[in-house]
């Protein structure tokens, strides 16, 4: 070994992700984002049918991402009082509420539903609003390939651009401009060899 090699530790490497680790992440992201989605914001998502066939895609994504790389928020394990808060955020993302419309829509204190919230979440109940309105603007931004970054990014919330976009890139691992090119790839076909090449004129 030569001077100034690093020594990798069993620490390291389970700290650090692997490629893999990412794609799978980043899967999971793309999965529960499209469901959130459908059940949260899409007249559909309130019929039984889709929440029991949403309920068996989740179930069957699961089982190729190992439950360390799964971003959940169990709310069924939660108390009463965080899942009348979560259900209240919920239906209204779209809307300008506070920690205190919040607290009152669960029938508690903001500091005693902040506590909750970090016990049975480890986020602060705006913190959660900022996340459920991530993964909408994540989902739109999948599926929608004509509205702005800046007008999805403003519907779900977020008026100041940069703090949008380095808030997304930490949430999924790349931009939101990225996200967009990909979807605008997929709908070219996958590959630029299907694109008709413009005749040069001699």
């Known amino acids: 070994m030569r001077r100034g090699d690093s020594i990798t530790t069993e620490r390291d490497t389970e700290s650090r992700p692997t490629e893999d680790d990412v794609v799978l992440t980043q899967y999971w992201?793309?999965?529960?984002?499209?469901v959130r989605f459908i059940l949260d914001t899409h007249?559909?998502?309130s019929t039984d049918d889709v929440r029991r066939i949403a309920?068996?895609?989740?179930?069957?994504?699961?089982?190729?991402?190992?439950?360390?790389l799964r971003r959940d928020v169990d709310e069924h394990e939660a108390?009463?009082?965080?899942?009348?808060?979560?259900?209240?955020?919920?239906?209204?993302?779209l809307q300008h509420v506070t920690a205190v419309d919040i607290a009152a829509a669960a029938g508690t204190s903001p500091r005693a539903l902040q506590l909750a919230f970090r016990r049975a979440l480890d986020l602060t109940p705006m913190?959660?609003?900022?996340?459920?309105?991530?993964t909408a603007a994540?989902?739109?931004l999948l599926v929608d390939g004509h509205t702005s970054i800046g007008q999805i990014a403003l519907k779900w919330g977020f008026s100041?651009?940069?703090?949008?976009?380095?808030?997304?890139r930490q949430r999924y691992g790349e931009t939101p401009i990225q996200t967009r090119g990909r979807l605008d790839h997929t709908q070219d076909g996958g590959s630029d060899a299907r694109r008709p090449r413009p005749t040069r004129r001699r």
């Open 29 to 34: 992201a793309h999965v529960t984002a499209h």
């Open 138 to 140: 994540h989902a739109e």
């Open 43 to 45: 007249p559909v998502g």
């Open 55 to 68: 309920t068996r895609y989740l179930e069957s994504a699961a089982k190729v991402v190992p439950a360390g």
């Open 160 to 168: 100041n651009q940069g703090r949008f976009a380095a808030a997304y």
């Open 79 to 93: 108390p009463r009082t965080v899942g009348r808060a979560v259900t209240f955020i919920r239906a209204n993302l």
């Open 127 to 134: 913190e959660y609003v900022r996340d459920a309105r991530l």
